[in-house]
């Protein structure tokens, strides 16, 4: 029987450190915890991987902290727009949404879609509408808004205007949530989910929903999520080439992903993931000033933000 073991990011676009107060610390710490453990109790009552990734995602959904369904990040059109996978390393099977507006919990989309995964991905109204014919909690895309979010819009169009988007902090640019798990059965799982970088343009999609990129799945090898510049993590396939670099290639999960970490993204644009290999080995790599973040298992649990 394997041990099991759930980690979890929320986000390379994590709150810079000189800016981060005792109060905005422990409700990040505490949310990370909450996700962590919701998800790991599934696994010691002997559930499955997919299970659990999607409770510790829903978790992060319903938590302001993250941007991700409630306090997800507003477009230029001030709409929010979510976007969300999942994937079963067992059967291959996954399921995603796209430009959601009305979807609760976009991640419970994407795990009802990966039980048909045909189809595998719906996008705008279609996955609204499909979410509320399957059972799904639907709500109004104003229930997604926190100040927080209206204001780091404003901050981010008021840059634009003034030509000062380069030197935005990760946190007022982008954020996303995610999970990987190994179940008692030897099975992975992964979920990823986002509201995107503030002020992106209506019917921009990144790398969260995008199976292979953002998120990805494989017994053979690894689970794995991802977060930072979506479009970066499309152009290199993230999710699959560590998988490809470790089935083929026969490196570790630590040596694949820092090797695109840390290696080919550095000078490219901020990024991070969470993965977990068969064997039970996670590894949270990034290359951003910090990243929410946390692991659990029988052995014990951490979490972090910035390099503590």
Known sequence: MTRPVLAIHGGCGAIPRADLTPETDRAARSALRRALEAGYAVLDSGGSAVDAVTTAVQVMEDDSVFNAGYGAALNRDGVHELDASLMDGASGRAGAVAGAQHIRNPVLAARALAAVSDPLLLIGPAADAWAA????????????????????????????????QASATEQEKHGTVGAVALDRHGHL??????????????????????????????????AVSGTGKGELFIRFAVGHDIHARMLYGGQSLETAAS????????????????AVDRAGTVTLPYNTEGMYRGWISADGQYVAIHED
């Open 133 to 164: 014919a399957h059972g799904l909690e639907t709500v109004d895309n104003a229930q997604f808004t926190t100040p927080a979010r209206q204001a780091a819009l404003h901050t981010m169009l008021e840059r634009e205007r003034q030509g000062t």
């Open 189 to 222: 799982a992964a979920a990823t989910s986002t509201g995107g970088y503030t002020a992106k343009p209506v019917g921009r999609v990144g790398d969260s929903p995008i199976v292979g990129a953002g998120t990805w799945a494989d017994d053979r090898t690894c």
């Open 259 to 274: 090797g695109l970490i840390h290696g080919d993204l550095a000078a490219l644009g901020g990024a991070g993931l969470c």
